[in-house]
């Protein structure tokens, strides 16, 4: 079984560019403090890494 994440937005994305918006919607994130998640892949990482400013990431037994 996949090691699972949980991604926490911890900072705001108002003033942020698109990219990076729309980063946190790929996530699944709609709101400051949600939190969500992932199985830990390649590709969450990778999206991650976009935004790691602005969220938070702890692993889920």
Do not use: C, F, P
Not at 1 to 10: D, E, L
Not at 37 to 54: E, F, P, Q, W
């Amino acid at each position: 079984m996949a090691r699972r994440i949980r991604i926490t937005q911890v900072r705001s994305a108002v003033g942020r560019r698109k990219i990076q918006r729309r980063t946190l919607r790929a996530l699944g994130i709609r709101r400051h403090q949600q939190a969500v998640v992932h199985d830990d892949t390649a590709a969450i990482r990778g999206m991650i890494a976009k935004v790691n400013y602005l969220v938070q990431v702890t692993e889920v037994d």
